[in-house]
């Protein structure tokens, strides 16, 4: 459907679209930087998880979204990604890792410092199969057309 709206706009009104332009990204929902692109969404189930449901964010079908509970009890539902512009806090940890086989370290937004998630790395790096990838807290993000119709409404309220 939308590639099909694509192909329209870009025939009927003469926009051009490209690849990038039709992937959308979520922002630090603190001060909107750019974390991560929906191309990158992926998914790594675990047993660890309390909870896991698929859903569609950023018109990305089936994204693996799993529900997790740190040792203080608190919750977050989480999301996978190959790629994410954040800055890591501290080093790798194997304890409590919900990704058996990985360890982790926070991941923070690069510009206003917010927790965002973990990055997780498999313990053993000579395995070509295992790769790294970042956990992102979803309740922390917000996609950046959603960001987008929000500045537009405020401004069509102004006089």
Not at 24 to 35: E, P, V
Not at 48 to 67: E, F, P, S, V
Not at 149 to 155: D, N, T
Request: proline residues 3%; negative net charge.
């Amino acid at each position: 459907m939308i590639k099909e709206l694509l192909v329209v706009l870009t025939f009927t009104w003469g926009f051009e679209v490209n690849e990038e332009s039709s992937t959308d990204h979520m922002l630090c929902r603190r001060c909107g930087k750019d974390i991560t692109a929906s191309k990158d969404f992926t998914s790594v189930p675990t047993v660890k998880a309390l909870r896991q449901r698929n859903d569609t964010i950023l018109m990305q079908n089936n994204t693996l979204i799993q529900l997790f509970e740190n040792p203080e009890g608190a919750r977050f539902e989480v999301i996978a990604t190959k790629n994410a512009n954040v800055k890591t806090f501290g080093e790798a940890v194997e304890e409590y890792s919900w990704f058996p086989g990985f360890s982790w370290t926070i991941v923070l937004c690069p510009s206003c410092g917010w927790h965002l998630g973990w990055k997780f790395e498999p313990k053993d790096e000579d395995t070509d199969e295992i790769f790294s990838f970042f956990g992102l807290i979803l309740s922390n993000l917000i996609g950046s057309s959603y960001a987008d119709s929000l500045l537009l409404l405020q401004q069509a309220y102004q006089s």
